[in-house]
């Protein structure tokens, strides 16, 4: 599976953007996509994921509240809508896939399908 993302870009504290990840396949074929992050120095951390089959999505902590994911099955497309943003949101967001439920859907090793990286930042 190819993810390919976009929408990454300079913005201000308490600004806003949307991430785009739009898949080679379609996406019910996929039970899991979502978002992880990586700042510079830092390891590669979860943010969010969609829940394909039920719909359910789950967040890190971190950006609760001020991230939204969504979903446009047609479009095979997944969103990160990201509002309030802190400059500790800067980072390269990367869109993941699977195929097969996991309760380590948390967890960077399980997913078998990443995008490139499209990169955050927010000046303070």
């Known amino acids: 599976v190819q993810l390919q993302a976009s929408g990454g870009g300079l913005v201000q504290a308490g600004g806003s953007l949307r991430l785009s990840c739009t898949a080679s396949?379609?996406?019910?074929?996929?039970?899991?996509m979502g978002w992880f992050r990586q700042a510079p120095g830092k390891e590669r951390e979860f943010v969010a994921v969609?829940?394909?089959?039920?719909?359910?999505?789950y967040y890190a902590d971190s950006v609760k509240g001020r991230f939204t994911i969504s979903r446009d099955n047609a479009k095979r497309t997944l969103y990160l809508q990201m509002n309030s943003l802190k400059p500790e949101d800067t980072a390269a967001y990367y869109c993941?896939?699977?195929?097969?439920?996991?309760?380590?859907?948390?967890?960077?090793?399980?997913?078998?399908?990443w995008g490139q990286g499209t990169l955050v930042t927010v000046s303070s």
């Open positions: 396949v379609r996406t019910s074929s996929r039970f899991f």
């Open positions: 969609y829940n394909w089959s039920g719909g359910s999505t």
């Open positions: 993941v896939s699977l195929k097969f439920g996991t309760s380590c859907k948390r967890r960077v090793y399980v997913y078998d399908s």
